[in-house]
């Protein structure tokens, strides 16, 4: 079964710093490019960041540059997002997505992040 379990996020001050993390299981982890994902409250989902399969390529949505950092392991198949200078508008769920094929995507369940003071 494939299986995306994201962890890490929290409650945070503007201006600070997460790390989260998604185990992947199931799947050959290797092979494919992952995504960051992010959902804030009543609004739709907004791509974060994406890494290739290898590491040696990331992307970032414009308001993500240059505060994020998207990171992966292949030996422990787990997919990192490294957050920092954290603003209030970054408050959301944060899923981490595999596309496996064009039709079939894969979704973990999520992890709150709440930037607030």
């Known amino acids: 079964e494939v299986q995306l379990v994201e962890s890490g996020g929290g409650l945070v001050q503007p201006g600070g710093s997460l790390r989260l993390s998604c185990a992947a299981s199931?799947?050959?982890?290797?092979?494919?490019?992952m995504s960051w994902v992010r959902q804030a409250p009543g609004k739709g989902l907004e791509w974060v960041s994406t890494?290739?399969?290898?590491?040696?390529?990331?992307y970032f949505a414009e308001s993500m540059k240059g505060r994020f950092t998207i990171s992966r392991d292949n030996a422990k198949n787990t997919l990192y997002l490294q957050m920092n200078s954290l603003k209030s508008e970054d408050t959301a769920v944060y899923y981490c997505?595999?596309?496996?094929?064009?039709?079939?995507?894969?979704w973990g369940q999520g992890t709150q992040v709440t930037v607030s003071s």
């Open positions: 997505n595999v596309q496996l094929t064009q039709a079939v995507g894969v």
């Open positions: 199931g799947f050959t982890f290797d092979d494919y490019d």
């Open positions: 890494i290739s399969w290898n590491g040696g390529s990331t």
